[in-house]
Structures are given as C-alpha cells and as structure tokens.
C-alpha cells in the first residue's frame, strides 16, 4: 500500500473515532459534518502535488487546505491521534514509522 493511500486510512480512522465519541455516531457511521471533512481530506490527499513523496500534512509548507477545513482536521488530529492507540495500535505504529 502506499503512502497516500495509508494516509487515507488513518484519517478515517481519526475521524471515526472522532465522530464517535463527539457527535455519538455509530461505529463505521458518520455524520454529514464528518463525511463531508473525510471527502475533503480524501480529495487533497488524491491531488497532493507532492504525490507518494509526501511529508505529512501538519509539516507541509503548502498545506492545501482552505480554512474551514484546516480547523476542522486539526480539532480531529489533536483529539483522534492520542485516542488511535486505544482503537486501533496497529494503524499508530504506521502512523509514527511514517513521520
Ligand atoms: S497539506 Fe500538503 S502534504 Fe497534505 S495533501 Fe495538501 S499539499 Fe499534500
Ligand atoms: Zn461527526
């Protein structure tokens, strides 16, 4: 799998979990806020000019986010990251040997 697409799965990760224990959606359920951000970050993920040489988003000199969803992503980050270890060990170690 590559980079990217390993980036894919560990913001999903993040904002399951984030929707879970803040807006109480269902596990694998999100809601249309949290759909809405996970399709964001998705697309910028897709078309990252930086392609598979990529360093992760919260280091990017560019970081093609726009605003809104910058916030949005970071409140997940600061509250998932921590939390990824309890749901999902495996994904955090990944996670950590990317960086
Ligand atoms: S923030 Fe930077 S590294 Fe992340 S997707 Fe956008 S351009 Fe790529
Ligand atoms: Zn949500």
Same mark, same amino acid.
């Given at each position: 799998?590559?980079?990217?697409?390993?980036?894919?799965?560990?913001?999903?990760?993040?904002?399951?979990?984030?929707?879970?224990?803040?807006?109480?959606?269902?596990?694998?359920?999100?809601?249309?806020?949290?759909?809405?951000?996970?399709?964001?970050?998705?697309?910028?993920?897709?078309?990252?000019?930086?392609?598979?040489?990529?360093?992760?988003?919260?280091?990017?000199?560019?970081?093609?986010?726009?605003?809104?969803?910058?916030?949005? *992503?970071?409140? *997940?980050?600061?509250?998932?990251?921590?939390?990824?270890?309890?749901?999902?060990? *495996?994904?955090?170690?990944?996670?950590?040997?990317?960086?």
């Amino acid at each position: 799998m590559g980079r990217i697409d390993r980036e894919k799965k560990t913001i999903k990760l993040m904002i399951e979990i984030y929707c879970r224990k803040k807006h109480g959606h269902k596990k694998g359920e999100l809601c249309e806020e949290c759909s809405e951000l996970l399709e964001y970050a998705h697309k910028r993920l897709s078309y990252c000019k930086f392609g598979e040489n990529k360093s992760t988003c919260s280091r990017c000199p560019i970081h093609c986010y726009k605003k809104d969803m910058k916030i949005k *992503v970071k409140d *997940v980050m600061r509250f998932s990251g921590p939390r990824l270890i309890i749901y999902n060990p *495996v994904e955090l170690i990944k996670h950590a040997l990317n960086k």
